[in-house]
């Protein structure tokens, strides 16, 4: 897209700022992102393992126009519900994922323990969910777009979602951090009433909320909550913690222990009465923050531990179905006319979930799968195609479309792929603070992500809530990934 065509927004000040402005800006800022655990791990030299440096940030908050704010709260007990109910329907999660499990070996080994647990019955009907439903400011179109108060940002952008993130939905804690980052920036910056702007975020309360309600429904107060992590300390490990700690602060008694797919495979134990035990201790909740890459899987040892959690009477976070639920062949078929109806019998719910659909093609063998390869192969810089992977780092884009599609258009391996309408954000200027260098002025797009956190067995619904809120920025340059891989930055939004 042209420069010209983009759709910009104004920044929270004007900018740029002054070099001695930046510059005390910037330090006070890096100093009270890491007084206040905004932090993760560098490590890469040598044994560097316990380094430590601020996460990367942005020095503003992002505008974001509080009426698409409060759309994409206002949906997420939808997409909570409809996550829930799509992964109970066999029927519907096998015909969509039946082709892309013959092509994709790690979508089929989630597949054969989602079938081998149907096979056997589920032996924990109890499901929780916390997930992250993440949005795009769409600028391509103004039809029924969301008007408020004249604002014309609100007239001339839609929220469009990219994904819904059903296993290892990151952030939390973090999100609440960077807002107290950015009113102290703002405060400096002498922004009055900053803080009517940066809405309030209990994204971590939501989220204990969810483990201690499922801890509890479970039914031993013995009973420890298994968080399970990648082999090696991964660099959002305090992120992860945070979670970890925050829960036994609030809750004496409460333990949470940390353990890799292979030490599970290797220590846990599954009674008779598939009761789960880790160094004899009962597990009544299993929150999975590894298992999502194939990455996490470099033996039968981890695939054998993942089966052993599914079997068990401990309550998953994701369960097998939620994870397969989450995927992006899933949801491309519920963008599909009439599909949605089949989970959700409020016209209304429907309708605001839909709205929030950008557009989405098969790449199925046939007709239609044919069709979508032409019109992408015409003008491919229009589209986005995304493999069964979660992450980060793994979308593909222009000319990168058509060399892939060149490769696989007449093969089943396309298969394995969707392909999604690229989603044209608004740009903003900001300021991106990373470790080692100087702040870098950058057009910058920023992804909404908002929490759900969900709790039911069957069709008996024990909690359904909007969970707070996470946003990341990235340069408009595109490209996908979190803070994590490099390719984002921390954010919080500035409503306006």
Same mark, same amino acid.
């Given at each position: 897209?042209?420069?010209?065509?983009?759709?910009?927004?104004?920044?929270?000040?004007? *900018?740029? $700022?002054?070099? @001695?402005?930046?510059?005390?800006? %910037?330090?006070?800022?890096? #100093?009270?992102?890491?007084? +206040? =655990?905004?932090?993760?791990?560098?490590?890469?030299?040598?044994?560097?393992?316990?380094?430590?440096?601020?996460?990367?940030?942005?020095?503003?908050?992002?505008?974001?126009?509080?009426?698409?704010?409060?759309?994409?709260?206002?949906?997420?007990?939808?997409?909570?519900?409809?996550?829930?109910?799509?992964?109970?329907?066999?029927?519907?999660?096998?015909?969509?994922?039946?082709?892309?499990?013959?092509?994709?070996?790690?979508?089929?080994?989630?597949?054969?323990?989602?079938?081998?647990?149907?096979?056997?019955?589920?032996?924990?009907?109890?499901? *929780?969910? $916390?997930?992250? @439903?993440?949005?795009?400011?769409? %600028?391509?179109?103004?039809? #029924?777009?969301?008007?408020? +108060? =004249?604002?014309?940002?609100?007239?001339?952008?839609?929220?469009?979602?990219?994904?819904?993130?059903?296993?290892?939905?990151?952030?939390?804690?973090?999100?609440?951090?960077?807002?107290?980052?950015?009113?102290?920036?703002?405060?400096?910056?002498?922004?009055?009433?900053?803080?009517?702007?940066?809405?309030?975020?209990?994204?971590?309360?939501?989220?204990?909320?969810?483990?201690?309600?499922?801890?509890?429904?479970?039914?031993?107060?013995?009973?420890?909550?298994?968080?399970?992590?990648?082999?090696?300390?991964?660099?959002?490990?305090?992120?992860?913690?945070?979670?970890?700690?925050?829960?036994?602060?609030?809750?004496?008694?409460?333990?949470?222990?940390?353990?890799?797919?292979?030490?599970?495979?290797?220590?846990?134990?599954?009674?008779?009465?598939?009761?789960?035990?880790?160094?004899?201790?009962?597990?009544?909740?299993?929150?999975?923050?590894?298992?999502?890459?194939?990455?996490?899987?470099?033996?039968?040892?981890?695939?054998?531990?993942?089966?052993?959690?599914?079997?068990?009477?401990?309550?998953?976070?994701?369960?097998?179905?939620?994870?397969?639920?989450?995927?992006?062949?899933?949801?491309?078929?519920?963008?599909?006319?009439?599909?949605?109806?089949?989970?959700?019998?409020?016209?209304?719910?429907?309708?605001?979930?839909?709205?929030?659909?950008?557009?989405?093609?098969?790449?199925?063998?046939?007709?239609?799968?044919?069709?979508?390869?032409?019109?992408?192969?015409?003008?491919?810089?229009?589209?986005?195609?995304?493999?069964?992977?979660?992450?980060?780092?793994?979308?593909?884009?222009?000319?990168?479309?058509?060399?892939?599609?060149?490769?696989?258009?007449?093969?089943?391996?396309?298969?394995?792929?969707?392909?999604?309408?690229?989603?044209?954000?608004?740009?903003?200027?900001?300021?991106?603070?990373?470790?080692?260098?100087?702040?870098?002025?950058?057009?910058?797009?920023?992804?909404?992500?908002?929490?759900?956190?969900?709790?039911?067995?069957?069709?008996?619904?024990?909690?359904?809530?909007?969970?707070?809120?996470?946003?990341?920025?990235?340069?408009?340059?595109?490209?996908?990934?979190?803070?994590?891989?490099?390719?984002?930055?921390?954010?919080?939004?500035?409503?306006?």
């Amino acid at each position: 897209m042209l420069q010209s065509e983009l759709f910009w927004m104004e920044p929270v000040v004007p *900018l740029p $700022l002054d070099l @001695s402005t930046l510059d005390s800006l %910037t330090q006070s800022a890096k #100093d009270y992102a890491v007084l +206040n =655990g905004l932090t993760y791990l560098t490590g890469g030299q040598n044994d560097t393992s316990d380094l430590v440096s601020f996460a990367p940030f942005a020095l503003l908050p992002s505008p974001v126009p509080r009426a698409l704010f409060v759309q994409a709260r206002a949906v997420q007990k939808d997409f909570n519900l409809l996550v829930h109910r799509v992964s109970h329907d066999r029927a519907f999660l096998s015909r969509c994922l039946s082709s892309v499990v013959k092509v994709d070996n790690f979508t089929a080994s989630l597949f054969h323990i989602y079938e081998q647990v149907q096979e056997e019955g589920v032996t924990q009907p109890i499901c *929780l969910g $916390l997930h992250r @439903s993440d949005y795009l400011l769409d %600028t391509t179109t103004n039809n #029924d777009a969301v008007g408020t +108060n =004249g604002v014309t940002a609100c007239r001339q952008l839609q929220l469009k979602q990219t994904e819904i993130n059903t296993i290892a939905a990151a952030g939390a804690g973090f999100g609440e951090k960077i807002a107290r980052v950015h009113k102290h920036v703002l405060n400096l910056l002498g922004v009055a009433d900053a803080y009517k702007h940066i809405p309030e975020n209990r994204a971590m309360d939501s989220q204990l909320d969810g483990f201690v309600a499922a801890w509890e429904q479970y039914g031993s107060q013995k009973a420890i909550i298994v968080f399970v992590v990648e082999e090696e300390r991964c660099r959002n490990v305090f992120g992860q913690r945070l979670s970890e700690f925050t829960v036994m602060e609030r809750h004496p008694g409460l333990v949470v222990k940390r353990y890799s797919l292979r030490q599970i495979a290797e220590d846990a134990e599954l009674k008779s009465d598939k009761t789960l035990f880790m160094h004899g201790s009962e597990v009544a909740v299993v929150y999975f923050r590894a298992g999502y890459s194939p990455a996490h899987y470099p033996t039968e040892k981890e695939w054998s531990a993942r089966l052993k959690i599914e079997r068990s009477r401990a309550i998953k976070c994701p369960c097998i179905s939620y994870h397969l639920a989450g995927t992006k062949k899933v949801q491309q078929e519920l963008a599909q006319p009439g599909v949605l109806e089949r989970f959700l019998e409020d016209p209304k719910a429907v309708s605001r979930v839909r709205a929030t659909f950008a557009g989405q093609h098969t790449l199925e063998m046939g007709l239609e799968g044919d069709q979508t390869v032409q019109m992408v192969m015409r003008s491919p810089e229009d589209y986005v195609m995304k493999p069964q992977r979660e992450g980060g780092g793994n979308n593909i884009y222009g000319e990168d479309i058509r060399t892939v599609l060149n490769e696989l258009k007449d093969f089943e391996e396309r298969t394995a792929y969707i392909v999604m309408d690229l989603i044209c954000p608004a740009v903003v200027q900001n300021y991106f603070i990373r470790p080692g260098d100087w702040p870098q002025l950058q057009d910058s797009s920023c992804e909404l992500g908002i929490y759900g956190v969900f709790m039911a067995e069957g069709d008996q619904v024990f909690h359904n809530k909007q969970g707070g809120h996470y946003l990341r920025t990235n340069g408009s340059s595109g490209g996908d990934g979190g803070v994590y891989v490099g390719n984002a930055v921390l954010d919080s939004p500035y409503l306006v």
